[in-house]
Structures are given as C-alpha cells and as structure tokens.
C-alpha cells in the first residue's frame, strides 16, 4: 500500500515537472536585419514582440539578433529612423530562423514628416533605455548637411561637436576626449586600427564618408570588447557593397573630388565597394612657373568584398590605402600614410550564438628627406600590426546578451631614424611586442527598470628581444640589458573591470551611472598639441609603464515631446597613472642619436567636468547644442616644482551650435557656430642675451592661455528635381563667416622698434574659406 502510494505520488510529481517543462520550454527566433534596397546589414536595430514589448533585443554591430520566445503565436515589430515601419506574424513552435528586410522611405515621405534625425542613426529613446553611456552614433547620410573646411563632409570634424571631445585646434583631425591626450583614442577602420587619422596635417581625416556604413564614439565607458587606449572608441565601418544593383556615387570640389563604385557580384550573394579620394592641389601648381616642380597632395582608396557562403556563414575583406606627399622641388620631400586590411568571417554557430572571427592587419609610417647640393638627410619610423581577434555574442535569454572572446597583437615599431651624408647616421632596431586580451561582457536587463552592462578585460603585454633597453629613473641611466630576438621581457598584466547601470525612472527619463579602468601600452610622443606626422609611436618597456585610468560616471537623462526632444548631461571624474610628459629642455631632434626614454618623465593625472547635450530630432529645423566644464591637470615629478600643472588640452569651456533647416525638397540649410577656452601654453617671463643670442626663460608650465577660439560656418544644399535614377546636389558653403583670426602659433621676438622690450607676433590660418561641391548619385 505505502509502495504505490509513493509510485503514484512519483507519477503526479513526474506528471507536474513534465508539464513545467513543457509551459516553460522556450524557442529562438534569430536572424539578420538588413536593408532591403542594397542588401546592407544594419546595425543596432531594435527588435520587439507586440504582445510583449518587454521581450527586446537590439541587433548586433554585424546585423545579428536573437529572441527567446515561448510556444504560440507573435507580432514582430521594428522602428528605425529612415525605414518604414516593419510587422510580421510568426508562429512559435519550434525554432525560427527570420531575416527581416527593411524598406527605406522614399524621399516623397521624408518630405513630408521631415523626421530626419540628424545626430543618431538608432531608435528615439534608445538613450533612456541602454546602459551604455557616454555614446554617440553618427548618421553618416546627415553628417554631409553640416558645414566643414573646403567642404569635405568629414566624420572626425563632426565628433568635434559633441560634449567631452574636443578639437586639438585649428584645422586638426585630432582631438581630445575627457581630458585624454590624442593618442588616447582607440580609432577603428573595419576593426583596424588606424594609427594617424589625418590628411593634410590635420585639415582633412583619412575618412571618406561616401565609403563609411556607420560611425560610432564611446567616452571611455566602453564595454570590454575594446581595449588598449585610456580615452576613447572611434568605431568606424564600412559600407558592405550593394548585393541588389549597381551604383555609383561621388563629388567634385574646389580642391578634391571622390567617386565610389558598388554592385553586386553575384547577386544577393556576393557585393563590392571601391571609393576613392585625391586632392588636386598639385594640379594646379604645375600651371605657375615658380611652384611647378612642388608637390601638395593626397589621396586614399577604400576597397570591401564580401561573399555569403551559406545561409549561416559569410566572409569579408576590406582595406584601406591612405598616403600624403608634400614636397619643394628637389630640396625637401615628405610623404606618411596608413594601410590596412581585414578579412572576417561571420558565422551563426546557433540560433543563439554568433561568431566572428578576424585577422588584421595595420601599417603606418613617415619618411622626410632633406637634399642641399651632395648633402642628404632622412628620417623615417614605422609602427606594423598583426592582429588576431575572436568574438562570440551569445544572446543567453532576453535578459541576457554576452560578448566574450580573445585579442592577440604582435606589434612592430621602428622608432624615428635619422641617416644622411651631413649628419651622423643613427639606424634603430626594431622593437618587438606581443599584446594580449581577454575579455567577457554581459547587457543585463534585471528588471523592465533597470539595465546592467558590466564585464572585465584581462590585458597583457610582453616586451619581445631584439634590441637594447636602458632603465632610467628620473632621466638618469640606472640599467641597461640587450634582449635577444625572441625571448620575452617584461610583461605587465592588467585587470579592467567595468560596469555602467541605467535605471529608468519613467516613460520620459532615466538615471546612469559607471565605472571603468582602461590601461594603454602604446605611447605616442609629440610635442605639439595638434599632433604632426612625424610624431612618433613607442611601445610600454622597463621605463615607460602602461599608462591606466580610472573613470567613474552619472548621468541623467530625459526626452520631450513624444521623445523628439531629447536633453543628456553627465558628470565624469578620471584619474591617470604613469602619465608621460617630457622633462624641462627636452633634446628631441633626431639627429642627437639619444634614447628618447632618457627625456621623459612620468606621473599621474585627473580630469573631471560636466557634458550637457540637447538635441532637436525632428522637424524642419534640427540640432543640437552642447557645452562642456571641464578641468584636465597632470603632476609629473620634476616638471613646475612637482605641483598641479595644466595639460596641454585643457580648454574650461567648450561650445557648440549646431542647426540644420530644410525649408523644402530642394533646400537644405545648416550652420554651426563653436567657442573654446583657449589651449594652456607656456609664454616666456623674461629673457636674457647670450653671445648675441636672445634667450627666454620661462617659468611654470601651460600656466598661460592662447586666446579663446570661436567661428561661425554656414552652408546651402540645392537638389533640383531629377529622374528616379540619377540624383545630383550642389552644396555651398563658408568656413568662418564672420573672419574671426583665430591664433594658430603666437612667436616672441625682439621688439625691433623699441630696444629691449619683447614682441608677440600672431600667425592665424584661415579667416574667410568659400567652398562650393557637387555631388551626384547614379
């Protein structure tokens, strides 16, 4: 009797789990979100079930996306800026593979609702509902309305305008991002990392937008799959290549013209894109008699292919080729560039799980030559990348998003060698270093309030044998060892954890707060704030330490008018160590044949300030406008009696202005107005004469200011009705309305019209600079 009770209580409890089971049992519903018109992945799109908005995911940077779902019967529903809205009824009982295609309005029903969103290409709350803070994704279609410097829509010009990143001056590509140095940022081309985004010294970057996909910047919260600088994450892709027709696009400037060519090559399995870029400075050089052997160019060709092997797997190659030449005649040459390429494989293991795996490779180098009748001198330096990198997005649950994965780079870095008939050759060896990371990161969505992203890098660089390593302390020699050609040195290890939180308060706002550590092995030694060509690349040895930073973060954000209103402001505090400066009287030039190491010093650093940000997303009038309070300080023993001190890109306040107006179909205005404080520099104090030489002296570093930079730029975009096929646009637009002479360089000299006293002479760059491009579509 006691023996069935228990064989039929073990049925019921059988039976029960059994049906649990069966209630909870789950199904995947994955697939790619692409655009329908050219076959292009599209990136960060939200997918949501109608019967269940809290059931959500956003696709990942390659398309990907995956949904947990019980058995029965759904509404699959998308939003996206620039798309039609998308349905589709599915049926849940087994698992489902579902691309989904998304149609692009037409330009009749843009016109109508105007709805162009001008700074982000993402969902309209999407900035109350992630954890990821300190973020901006740039709409590449819209960055071409804003005014620019000879008109050339530029990516890293518009960056510039948002809050904590700002412009190294005048011109620059470079920039700043809360309080970082401008080798602080990681910047990505297809995963590659470019090591000198500029043209032109700075007045133009080596991104041509018509070849670029999406761009996206991360201020230093970044999750754990990005590693390897303290600031910042540039991430920059490109086009994939339209797998549906063929099309061709460029434009035709004042100084430089582009055009890209796209198709399919086998359709819908296969595409290309080639984009290329060259200014024709040169060109009209060769017309004057007395600068016609002077060269003044540059240009840049972006290549990708893809093929889709099955429906699961695909493959991708891209690269890049970016080179300036600037040279007078036989006497002085110079020419520097990037190269890279990436070839990644794409593949869904499962419904729930996506690979991608890719090999890298980065190359960047300079050469300058000088000739003076049989006298010739050369300087050259080279920074070369091999790069492994596995990436796994497992979609664990609705709840649940994980990147984990490994990154391993083997880096090569000829510091800068002088050689020549005048001066004493001094050829550097090779420096040889292995960089490695693991990394795990988890988007957690707790509860339908509260979303946790939190992970941990583990980075690990090695120095590697093939040359001499001196220690020094304080710029004082104390050891000296060479290092045979592949045995391992020193290795530092690191341990980054890093955790951001939105809490969403209610429909209309939300709250964010976050820490994170970044450490940095690569080192980049200029000293100007701009940045130049020859700047050069060192990597972490038994001097230089690797640099590390500690952020922590809150912010809060809120969203009017049916989230068409969108205000942002943060709070940052950042502290640095093992911080490099160069010590007082530096002996930089190249010609010295001295260890570089032996000029530099280390020490800490902090940066803390407030970013606001509010944004107009639609209408005909669009916007934003930003401000910055900021504070950045290093303490380097040995530099300004070891006290605080200003770093180089201090600016306390920072303004942008940015407006875009589309009065019809046709016309299209825009105008942006910027205003800094001005760069922390070191004026002399006195002088004195030695052997008929006028020295200054100084006395603490960048305790002066340059004088504030501001400007005004405004532009006009005409697109004249055209056939369904052919598209053109003329753009008109000036560079500094109001000629406001900014200070680019202030020299001291003798005062030659009163003995004794000292005179500031100013050297501005631009004051009025028209532009006019057309640009065509086919």
């Known amino acids: 009797m006691q023996t069935s009770f228990f064989k039929i209580a073990a049925a019921s409890a059988a039976l029960c789990l059994s049906s649990w089971a069966m209630a909870q049992q789950k199904y995947s519903v994955s697939g790619t979100v692409k655009d329908q018109k050219n076959g292009e992945l599209l990136i960060g799109v939200g997918v949501k079930i109608a019967e269940d908005p809290s059931i959500n995911v956003i696709a990942n940077e390659y398309g990907f996306y995956s949904l947990s779902l019980p058995e029965g019967n759904y509404t699959v529903i998308i939003s996206y800026p620039g798309y039609k809205d998308f349905e589709q009824k599915i049926t849940v009982d087994q698992n489902i593979k579902l691309d989904l295609p998304l149609n692009q309005e037409e330009q009749k029903e843009k016109s109508k609702t105007i709805d162009e969103v001008i700074i982000s290409g993402v969902k309209k709350d999407k900035n109350l509902s992630t954890a990821q803070m300190g973020t901006e994704t740039l709409s590449i279609k819209n960055i071409e309305k804003l005014p620019v410097l000879f008109g050339e829509k530029d990516v890293m010009k518009t960056i510039q305008l948002l809050p904590g990143i700002k412009s190294s001056g005048e011109g620059s590509s470079g920039f700043s991002v809360r309080g970082g140095a401008t080798d602080q940022n990681l910047i990505l081309l297809d995963e590659a990392p470019v090591y000198n985004a ?28 990005y590693g390897g600088r303290l600031s910042s994450v540039l991430d920059v892709k490109m086009k994939d290549g339209n797998n549906q027709d063929y099309n061709v696009n460029g434009g035709i400037g004042l100084i430089s013209s582009r055009l890209s060519v796209e198709g399919p090559i086998q359709k819908e399995k296969s595409s290309f894109i080639v984009s290329g870029r060259r200014t024709y400075a040169d060109l009209f050089l060769k017309t004057t008699k007395d600068y016609k052997d002077n060269k003044l160019y540059f240009y840049d060709l972006n290549l990708k292919a893809n093929y889709q092997i099955n429906e699961n797997n695909r493959i991708y190659l891209s690269g890049y080729f970016g080179r300036d030449v600037l040279g007078l005649g036989d006497t002085f040459s110079t020419d520097w560039g990037n190269t890279t390429a990436t070839l ?20 960047y180098d300079y050469k300058i030559s000088l000739k003076n009748d049989d006298n010739v001198f050369d300087l050259n330096s080279k920074i070369k990348d091999w790069n492994l990198k596995q990436d796994f997005t497992w979609f664990a649950g609705n709840k649940h998003s994980v990147r984990f994965g490994l990154q391993s780079i083997y880096h090569t870095i000829i510091p800068s060698s002088a050689s020549g ?8 060896n090779p420096r040889y270093s292995w960089e490695n990371a693991l990394y795990i990161n988890d988007d957690f969505k707790a509860t339908e309030k509260l979303t946790v992203n939190y992970g941990a890098r583990l980075s690990m660089f090695s120095v590697l044998g093939g040359d001499t390593f001196n220690t020094y302390e304080n710029g004082v020699l104390t050891d000296s060892q060479f290092l045979e050609k592949g045995k391992f040195g020193k290795t ?38 701009s940045g130049n060509p020859t700047d050069q690349w060192i990597g972490s040895s038994y001097t230089v330490k690797p640099e590390i930073a500690d952020q922590i973060s809150a912010g809060y954000s809120r969203n009017f008018n049916n989230n068409n209103y969108e205000l942002n402001a943060e709070v940052y505090y950042k502290s640095m160590q093992n911080q490099i400066d160069f010590k007082n009287g530096a002996q930089i030039g190249f010609d010295t044949g001295s260890d570089v190491e032996s000029e530099l010093l280390f020490g800490k650093g902090r940066a803390y300030g407030l970013e ?4 107009k997303k639609t209408g005909k009038l669009t916007g934003w406008i930003s401000y ?59 002088k004195y004469e030695l052997n008929g030489q006028t020295v200054f002296q100084y006395s603490n570093r960048n305790a002066d200011r340059m004088p504030a930079y501001h400007r005004m730029d405004v532009s006009a975009t005409y697109e004249p009705s055209t056939n369904k096929r052919f598209r053109g646009s003329w753009t008109f637009g000036i560079y500094n309305l109001y000629g406001r002479e900014n200070a680019y360089i202030i020299n001291f000299e003798d005062n030659p019209d009163r003995q004794g006293t000292t005179r500031a002479t100013q050297v501005s760059l ?13």
């Open 612 to 615: 606001l940000i509010a944004k």
């Open 421 to 428: 008939t005048s001066v004493s050759s001094y050829p550097r």
């Open 766 to 778: 631009f004051r009025w600079v028209p532009n006019i491009t057309y640009n065509f579509k086919f």
């Open 344 to 363: 990644r494989w794409n593949s869904i293991i499962s419904s729930k799980l996506f690979s991608n795996t890719s090999f890298i490779y980065s190359d």
């Open 492 to 529: 530092y290890v690191n341990i980054e954890p890093r955790i951001t939180a939105n809490y969403r308060i209610n429909e209309v706002s939300s709250v964010k707060a976050g820490y994170s550590r970044n450490t940095q092995n690569l080192h980049l030694l200029s000293n100007s704030n």
């Open 198 to 225: 500029s043209h032109l010294l700075g007045f133009f970057s080596t991104f041509n937008s018509d070849a670029l996909k999406d761009a996206s910047i991360i201020k230093g919260n970044s999750p754990a799959q």
């Open 628 to 686: 910055t309070l900021s504070k950045t300080e290093r303490r380097i023993n040995g530099i300004n009696n070891n006290e605080w001190y200003n770093a180089r890109m201090d600016k306390t306040h920072d303004l942008s202005v940015v407006a875009t107006y589309q009065l019809n179909p046709k016309w299209t205005f825009s105008g942006l107005f910027v205003y800094s404080t001005g760069n922390a520099v070191t004026f002399p104090t006195g």
